[in-house]
C-alpha cells in the first residue's frame, strides 16, 4: 500500500468540498459534476504516464483523499445542505471570534461603494 505524501491533519484542513472543487456554494446537481469530470482528467493517473513517478502518486492521492470525498459529500441533496449548514455555522463562529476585514485595496473600496451602484452578474457569459 503507497504512503500518503501528506500528513491527515493536512487533509483536515480541506474541509471544505465545495473549496475542494472550486465550486460556488450554490452550484447546482450539473456544474458540481462538471466540475468533478474536470479536476479528475487533470489528476488521472492516465494523465501522467510520462511523467515523474512521485509527482503521479501525488496526483492519485490527492484524487483519492480530496477530490474524491468531496464529490461524494456534494453529489446527493442531503450531504450537500448538510455540507452548506456546516460551513454556516463555521462562519458564523469565526465571525463571533475574529470579525473579518477586507485587506486588500480593492475589498476595502468596494466596502465604501454605495449599495445602490452595486450591480451584480448572476451570468458570467457575455452577451452575443
Request: net charge positive; hydrophobic share 35%.
Amino acid at each position: 500500500m503507497s504512503q500518503i505524501p501528506f500528513s491527515t491533519d493536512w487533509l483536515k484542513r480541506f474541509s471544505d468540498p465545495y473549496a475542494v472543487l472550486g465550486l460556488s456554494v450554490s452550484a447546482d446537481d450539473r456544474r458540481v459534476l462538471k466540475r468533478y469530470r474536470t479536476v479528475a482528467k487533470l489528476l488521472h493517473p492516465d494523465g501522467y504516464v510520462t511523467a515523474d513517478p512521485a509527482d503521479r502518486e501525488l496526483a492519485s492521492q490527492l484524487f483519492a483523499h480530496l477530490i474524491s470525498p468531496a464529490y461524494q459529500k456534494l453529489k446527493q441533496d442531503k450531504d450537500r445542505a448538510e455540507s452548506l449548514a456546516l460551513l454556516r455555522v463555521q462562519v458564523r463562529r469565526n465571525n463571533r471570534e475574529e470579525p473579518s476585514s477586507p485587506q486588500s485595496g480593492l475589498a476595502q473600496q468596494l466596502l465604501k461603494t454605495p449599495m445602490q451602484s452595486v450591480t451584480c452578474f448572476m451570468n458570467r457569459r457575455s452577451p452575443s
